[in-house]
């Protein structure tokens, strides 16, 4: 079935990297624009970043613009979330979403503490 | 950029109709299409209705999405309330690959 399953969140200390995947399965996973969201413990949902199908395009937040990076490996049908220089606002749980009819991962959760 | 304004939260009793806004803040509520999300505690967002009024299979008919050009809002109408209803909801659109979410207004059914 239609699936999105997310992997690599962790506690990291402030500062530090992490790189979160999302194995895609079931759809045609090279056809669509994929973005990354995210919600911290008790807040809303937050737009984090998106990479076009063809990984020509990738915009981000300006909470998160110049320290993550977006990208994809279409024949693997995995999405990514390079993280860099985390702090402790980054602490939250990370979903990957399809842009077109949505679905969302189960989410992957980032503590960053000291 | 726009922002979206819901609602921070609403009530209503099992069997009723209940509606949540979603208002724009600038451009046309018309430009962009906008998705509605459950979020029940502990669990990951859902989908209930997309591009406007679309909805995914196995999302029940008593969910429907609409927009209205004259007050420039998204709503989401949830009828024959059930208690399994009760959960978050989010709006949401897509703009230039930019992603604007409404702050989540909190449904109870009670």
Not at chain 2, 16 to 32: D, F, L, Q
Not at chain 2, 53 to 63: A, M
């Amino acid at each position: 079935q239609v699936q999105l399953v997310e992997s690599g969140g962790g506690v990291v200390q402030p500062g530090r990297s992490l790189r979160l995947s999302c194995a895609a399965s079931g759809f045609a996973f090279s056809a669509y624009a994929m973005h990354w969201v995210r919600q911290a413990p008790g807040k809303g949902l937050e737009w984090v970043a998106f990479i076009s199908f063809d990984a020509s395009q990738k915009y981000f937040a300006d909470s998160v613009r110049g320290r993550f990076t977006i990208s994809r490996d279409n024949s693997e049908t995995t999405l990514y979330l390079q993280m860099e220089s985390l702090r402790p606002e980054d602490t939250a749980i990370y979903y990957c979403v399809r842009e077109v009819a949505p679905i969302w991962g189960q989410g992957t959760l980032v503590t960053v503490s000291s | 950029n726009f922002m979206l304004t819901q609602p921070h939260s609403v009530s209503e009793s099992p069997g009723k109709t209940v509606i949540i806004s979603c208002t724009r803040s600038s451009g046309s509520i018309a430009s962009n299409y906008v998705q509605w999300y459950q979020q029940r505690p502990g669990s990951a967002p859902t989908t209930v209705i997309y591009e406007d009024n679309q909805r995914p299979s196995g999302v029940p008919d008593r969910f429907s999405g609409s927009i209205d050009s004259t007050s420039n809002s998204a709503s989401l109408t949830i009828s024959g309330l059930k208690t399994e209803d009760e959960a978050a909801y989010y709006c949401q659109s897509f703009h230039s690959g930019y992603g604007i979410f409404g702050g989540g207004t909190k449904l109870t059914v009670l």
